[in-house]
C-alpha cells in the first residue's frame, strides 16, 4: 500500500547497452535514492540489468481505459503501417 | 545420531582465512535471520540478498581454507562442525539484529572497514584472497552504500527512529575497536603482502563513519573501553545460540541433503 511516507515507484531496467528501458514493475521507497537501492535488489538479482530508472508513479498519466475503442481501434486496418514490406539488410542488426 | 566437533589446524593462513570466513558467514547469517520479517517487503529482499552475498563470501573462503589446511575438508565441515570457541569472527557482527535501526548501524560500523579492507586485499600476494577480494567488495561497496543511505534516514528520520539510530550506535561503538586488532602471527602475513594491516584503515573508516553519522544529525561516541576477544574464540553469550541454529541440522543428521 502506499502511504505518505513509501510513496510508490515505477522501475524501469535496461538489460543491456543499447536496448530502452523496459517497465518491470513498482516498489515503494521513501525517495529517489531508496527507489534506486530497492529497485536494484528487487529486479536486477538475476543480473537483468545494466542501468534503472525509478519515476514516482503519480507522475505518470495514463490513457483511460474507457477510451480504448477512440484511442486504439483505428490503427488495427493499417497494416501497411507495420515495416514488413522491405528487406533488413543483416548487418543493422537489433533495431 | 550427533557429529563430534572438528578442530583445525592452528597456521596463521588458516586462521587468518577462516576468521575472514567466520565474519562473512556469521553476519550472513544473522541478515538471513530478517527474512520474512523486513520493516517492508523491500528491505526484506535487501537484507537477504546481502546475507546471500555475505554467506557467498563465506564459501569461498571456507573452501579455500580447505585448500590451505589439506586434511580433506569442505566449506561445511568449518561450518556446521566447529564449536563456538573456534570460531574467529568479530565480536560485532554477532551482535543480536535488535530492531531495523540497530542492525542497520551495525551492518555500516563493518562494512566501512570491510569495504575498503577489501579493496586493499585485491593487491594481495595470495592470488585466492586476491580474488575472493575483488568479488567481495563490489558487494561491501553496495552493503555500505545501503546502511549509509538508511543510517541517514534514521538519524535524521523522526525523533523515535533518531533515538533508536542513536541507542544503537552507542551500544554498539564498543565493539569497533576489535575491528583493529591484530592475531598474533597475523604480522608475518601483512609482512609476505597476503594479508592488510587493518590499523592502516583506521583513519579511512573513522571519515566514512564520521561522516554518515554527521549527515544523520546523530552523535559520534567517545571510544572508551572497547571490547575484544572474537578473533581468539572469546565471544559473546549470542554466538552460542547463533550456531546451534545454523548447526544444529548437520549435527543431528550428518551430511543430510535435499
Same mark, same amino acid.
Given at each position: 500500500m502506499s502511504t505518505p511516507t513509501t510513496p510508490l515507484w515505477e522501475v524501469f531496467i535496461r538489460s543491456r547497452t543499447g536496448l530502452a528501458h523496459k517497465h518491470v514493475g513498482s516498489l515503494h521507497a521513501a525517495d529517489a535514492t531508496l527507489a534506486v537501492q530497492a529497485a536494484r535488489d528487487l529486479y536486477t538479482r538475476r543480473g537483468e540489468g545494466t542501468s534503472v530508472w525509478v519515476v514516482p508513479s503519480s507522475a505518470i498519466t495514463a490513457s483511460d481505459p474507457a477510451d480504448k475503442g477512440m484511442m486504439f481501434d483505428p490503427a488495427d486496418s493499417k497494416v501497411y503501417r507495420h515495416p514488413t514490406f522491405y528487406e533488413v539488410p543483416d548487418d543493422v542488426g537489433h533495431m | 545420531m550427533y557429529?563430534?566437533?572438528?578442530?583445525?589446524?592452528? =597456521?596463521?593462513?588458516?586462521?587468518?582465512?577462516? *576468521?575472514?570466513?567466520?565474519?562473512? #558467514?556469521?553476519?550472513? +547469517?544473522?541478515?538471513? $535471520? @530478517?527474512?520474512? +520479517? *523486513?520493516?517492508?517487503?523491500?528491505?526484506?529482499?535487501a537484507l537477504s540478498n546481502m546475507a546471500l552475498d555475505l554467506i557467498g563470501q563465506a564459501r569461498a573462503l571456507y573452501t579455500y581454507a580447505g585448500e590451505v589446511e589439506a586434511a580433506g575438508r569442505d566449506e561445511d565441515a568449518y561450518a556446521y562442525l566447529r564449536d563456538v570457541t573456534s570460531y574467529a569472527n568479530l565480536l560485532l557482527v554477532e551482535q543480536p539484529n535488535g530492531d531495523f535501526a540497530r542492525t542497520i548501524v551495525r551492518q555500516l560500523l563493518f562494512s566501512a572497514f570491510i569495504d575498503?579492507? @577489501?579493496?586493499? #586485499?585485491?593487491?594481495?600476494?595470495?592470488? =585466492? #584472497?586476491? /580474488?575472493?577480494?575483488?568479488?567481495? $567488495?563490489? $558487494?561491501? /561497496?553496495? +552493503? #555500505?552504500r545501503h546502511a549509509s543511505e538508511w543510517t541517514v534516514r534514521l538519524g535524521d528520520g523522526t525523533a523515535e527512529s533518531h533515538a533508536r539510530a542513536q541507542r544503537a550506535l552507542d551500544e554498539l561503538w564498543p565493539f569497533t575497536g576489535e575491528l583493529f586488532t591484530m592475531p598474533a602471527g597475523e604480522r608475518a602475513l601483512i609482512d609476505a603482502g597476503i594479508a592488510i594491516d587493518p590499523e592502516t584503515l583506521r583513519a579511512p573508516w573513522r571519515a566514512t563513519v564520521t561522516r554518515v553519522v554527521e549527515r544523520a544529525t546523530l552523535t559520534l561516541p567517545a571510544d572508551g573501553w572497547m571490547q575484544r576477544g572474537g578473533r581468539e574464540g572469546r565471544h559473546s553469550e549470542h554466538l552460542g545460540h547463533l550456531l546451534s541454529d545454523l548447526q544444529y541440522l548437520q549435527r543431528a543428521f550428518p551430511g543430510a541433503t535435499w
Amino acid at each position: 500500500m502506499s502511504t505518505p511516507t513509501t510513496p510508490l515507484w515505477e522501475v524501469f531496467i535496461r538489460s543491456r547497452t543499447g536496448l530502452a528501458h523496459k517497465h518491470v514493475g513498482s516498489l515503494h521507497a521513501a525517495d529517489a535514492t531508496l527507489a534506486v537501492q530497492a529497485a536494484r535488489d528487487l529486479y536486477t538479482r538475476r543480473g537483468e540489468g545494466t542501468s534503472v530508472w525509478v519515476v514516482p508513479s503519480s507522475a505518470i498519466t495514463a490513457s483511460d481505459p474507457a477510451d480504448k475503442g477512440m484511442m486504439f481501434d483505428p490503427a488495427d486496418s493499417k497494416v501497411y503501417r507495420h515495416p514488413t514490406f522491405y528487406e533488413v539488410p543483416d548487418d543493422v542488426g537489433h533495431m | 545420531m550427533y557429529t563430534g566437533s572438528i578442530t583445525v589446524a592452528d =597456521t596463521p593462513l588458516l586462521r587468518y582465512v577462516l *576468521g575472514r570466513a567466520d565474519d562473512a #558467514l556469521v553476519l550472513g +547469517h544473522r541478515l538471513s $535471520e @530478517w527474512c520474512g +520479517h *523486513g520493516p517492508l517487503l523491500e528491505e526484506d529482499m535487501a537484507l537477504s540478498n546481502m546475507a546471500l552475498d555475505l554467506i557467498g563470501q563465506a564459501r569461498a573462503l571456507y573452501t579455500y581454507a580447505g585448500e590451505v589446511e589439506a586434511a580433506g575438508r569442505d566449506e561445511d565441515a568449518y561450518a556446521y562442525l566447529r564449536d563456538v570457541t573456534s570460531y574467529a569472527n568479530l565480536l560485532l557482527v554477532e551482535q543480536p539484529n535488535g530492531d531495523f535501526a540497530r542492525t542497520i548501524v551495525r551492518q555500516l560500523l563493518f562494512s566501512a572497514f570491510i569495504d575498503p579492507y @577489501w579493496r586493499a #586485499l585485491m593487491a594481495s600476494t595470495d592470488p =585466492t #584472497l586476491a /580474488a575472493i577480494a575483488a568479488k567481495a $567488495e563490489k $558487494e561491501s /561497496a553496495y +552493503h #555500505l552504500r545501503h546502511a549509509s543511505e538508511w543510517t541517514v534516514r534514521l538519524g535524521d528520520g523522526t525523533a523515535e527512529s533518531h533515538a533508536r539510530a542513536q541507542r544503537a550506535l552507542d551500544e554498539l561503538w564498543p565493539f569497533t575497536g576489535e575491528l583493529f586488532t591484530m592475531p598474533a602471527g597475523e604480522r608475518a602475513l601483512i609482512d609476505a603482502g597476503i594479508a592488510i594491516d587493518p590499523e592502516t584503515l583506521r583513519a579511512p573508516w573513522r571519515a566514512t563513519v564520521t561522516r554518515v553519522v554527521e549527515r544523520a544529525t546523530l552523535t559520534l561516541p567517545a571510544d572508551g573501553w572497547m571490547q575484544r576477544g572474537g578473533r581468539e574464540g572469546r565471544h559473546s553469550e549470542h554466538l552460542g545460540h547463533l550456531l546451534s541454529d545454523l548447526q544444529y541440522l548437520q549435527r543431528a543428521f550428518p551430511g543430510a541433503t535435499w
